[in-house]
């Protein structure tokens, strides 16, 4: 099935639909959202991209990041792909939404609105293994140290969207 994005204008408002490889070669703006998870002992959980991902494959990144469909709230969407992803469920809370834009790699790129959620979840996963090769949790601490030490290990969206988090907490 051709996975499609929401194009929007800076203001949220729709322009059109794109399928989202497409968007992605072309840099255009559309809706995306990003979903930060936390265990009881505050650590962040972390997912490995599938290697068969057609960008960033292999990359550490937040819980979940994808794109609303049409006619979905961006809260709708970030839900479909904690159940979609990693075979859970658990409340969230939106917490902001930014604008960025970064290279890929391969002459791609994620131009999105971005809105960002926070969730709390200490129970099993189901993970789908086309999409998450596996998931761990990381001290706030420890993953600026990672970060720092091995960068190309982790998603580009994901360094842009932790330092707009850390900058709103």
Not at 14 to 30: F, P
Not at 50 to 58: I, T
Not at 86 to 110: C, M, P, Q, R
């Amino acid at each position: 099935m051709e996975e499609l994005v929401v194009l929007v204008n800076p203001d949220d408002q729709v322009l059109g639909l794109m399928e989202k490889q497409q968007a992605h070669i072309n840099g255009l703006l559309h809706r995306a959202f990003s979903v930060f998870l936390f265990n009881d002992k505050g650590e962040m959980l972390l997912q490995k991209r599938a290697p068969e991902k057609y960008h960033s494959p292999n990359q550490w990144t937040n819980a979940v990041c994808s794109h609303p469909r049409i006619g979905e709230t961006y809260l709708e969407g970030a839900q479909r792909r904690l159940k979609e992803e990693l075979g859970i469920e658990t409340d969230l809370s939106e917490k902001f939404h930014f604008i960025y834009k970064a290279d890929v790699g391969g002459n791609l790129w994620e131009h999105e609105l971005d809105h960002v959620f926070t969730g709390f979840y200490n129970a099993d996963f189901d993970l789908n293994k086309e999409e998450v090769e596996e998931v761990r949790y990381i001290s706030m601490e420890d993953l600026d140290k990672e970060i720092a030490e091995k960068p190309e290990t982790f998603t580009e969206w994901f360094k842009i969207i932790l330092e707009e988090y850390k900058y709103h907490f």
